[in-house]
T-cell receptor, first 113, second 113 residues
Framework: GEDVEQSLFLSVREGDSSVINCTYT??????LYWYKQEPGAGLQLLTY?????DMKQDQRLTVLLNKKDKHLSLRIADTQTGDSAIYFC?????????????FGKGTHLIIQP | KAGVTQTPRYLIKTRGQQVTLSCSPI?????VSWYQQTPGQGLQFLFE???????NKGNFPGRFSGRQFSNSRSEMNVSTLELGDSPLYLC????????????FGPGTRLTVT
């Protein structure tokens, strides 16, 4: 079946950029997402990108998509302590929620002072 | 605009009992999806409802069921709870077909003793 892989942990210094990587196997993936989960909370939608795009920028967040390699990355510029959370990569082949999202296991972002 | 709400937030049940969880989507959203989150399996898609109809179902046994009402609110039921049924249950809402943004609620933490 479809699979989404992420590294489990990433440690960065406050003020540096964080780059969280994700690979997926489903070649029919059309929409790719990044969600953030803080302790005891649900998932917060950070951003998403369509498979026909290479890059999307939204304030401190930059998403890069390499469709050939099925590789997605999330760059957080000027990482702050409030960015400490678990970041999930997800994909689906259809919009409207019909097929559900396939999630990676999440990357724990640890901020060092 | 209010976000996705889930009730109750926390629940303790005994093995063998059944439980019903509720999800109210964002106003105007007609699709509701349910996910189960566990430390071992991560986030897994349970099912999705649109206009009171289940459109898709994940790979879960029949004791997991759901329904959606005419006001788009959804309920999820787990019958015959097992000791492993202590994950976080999350619901997400999407406007309708062709919309790509899924917004999650805070989740219901179920503990089975």
């Amino acid at each position: 079946g479809e699979d989404v892989e992420q590294s489990l942990f990433l440690s960065v210094r406050e003020g540096d950029s964080s780059v969280i990587n994700c690979t997926y196997t489903d070649s029919s993936s059309t929409y790719l997402y990044w969600y953030k989960q803080e302790p005891g909370a649900g998932l917060q939608l950070l951003t998403y990108i369509f498979s026909n795009m290479d890059m999307k920028q939204d304030q401190r967040l930059t998403v890069l998509l390499n469709k050939k390699d099925k590789h997605l990355s999330l760059r957080i510029a000027d990482t702050q302590t409030g960015d400490s959370a678990i970041y999930f990569c997800a994909e689906t082949s259809s919009g409207g929620g019909a097929d559900g999202l396939t999630f990676g296991k999440g990357t724990h972002l640890i901020i060092q002072p | 605009k209010a976000g996705v709400t889930q009730t109750p937030r926390y629940l303790i049940k005994t093995r063998g009992q059944q439980v019903t969880l509720s999800c109210s989507p964002i106003s105007g959203h007609r699709s509701v999806s349910w996910y189960q989150q566990t430390p071992g399996q991560g986030l897994q898609f349970l099912f999705e409802y649109f206009s009171e109809t289940q459109r898709n179902k994940g790979n879960f046994p029949g004791r997991f069921s759901g329904r959606q009402f005419s006001n788009s609110r959804s309920e999820m039921n787990v019958s015959t709870l097992e000791l492993g049924d202590s994950p976080l249950y999350l619901c997400a809402s999407t406007r309708d077909t062709g919309s790509y943004e899924q917004y999650f609620g805070p989740g219901t933490r179920l503990t089975v003793t």
